[in-house]
């Protein structure tokens, strides 16, 4: 699972077998180390039925996706999920959450192997 950030947004891009983990075990995870700390970002199911959301606590970035939205993206053709998680200050967070493809600029990027069929679109 890649993660990306950008200013108030956050990407997460999940490879075919990262998706199929993700539909199995309503969990996924990675840990970057930095030496004296760690960073995790995790993406899980949420039952509550709300929005797509996050949230930072203790060095983790956990992104929580409804029920019905994971079981729908995991089990179609549906590329991503997106929201907007509006904080009382008026301030907000894009979330996007999407489906890995093959890099055609970079055929020999170790990621391929496991990336979706792409046919049209550049990294």
């Given at each position: 699972m890649k993660l990306r950030v950008?200013?108030?947004?956050?990407?997460l891009r999940l490879l075919r077998g990262e998706v199929a983990e993700f539909a199995a075990n309503g969990t996924l995870r990675e840990t970057v180390n930095f030496g004296a700390?760690?960073?995790t970002y995790i993406l899980?199911?949420?039952?509550?039925?709300?929005?797509?959301?996050?949230?930072?606590?203790?060095?983790?970035i956990v992104v929580s996706v409804?029920?019905?939205?994971?079981?729908e993206w995991?089990?179609?053709e549906s590329v991503g999920l997106a929201g907007e998680?509006?904080?009382?200050d008026g301030e907000f967070l894009k979330i996007l959450v999407e489906k890995d493809?093959?890099?055609?600029d970079r055929i020999a990027d170790?990621?391929?192997?496991?990336?979706y069929p792409n046919t049209s679109h550049k990294c």
């Open positions: 950008r200013g108030n947004s956050i990407r700390a760690n960073l899980q199911v949420a039952d509550d039925g709300g929005d797509l959301s996050a949230k930072f606590a203790d060095n983790q409804p029920t019905a939205m994971a079981r995991t089990e179609t998680q509006k904080f009382a493809f093959v890099c055609l170790e990621d391929n192997q496991d990336a």
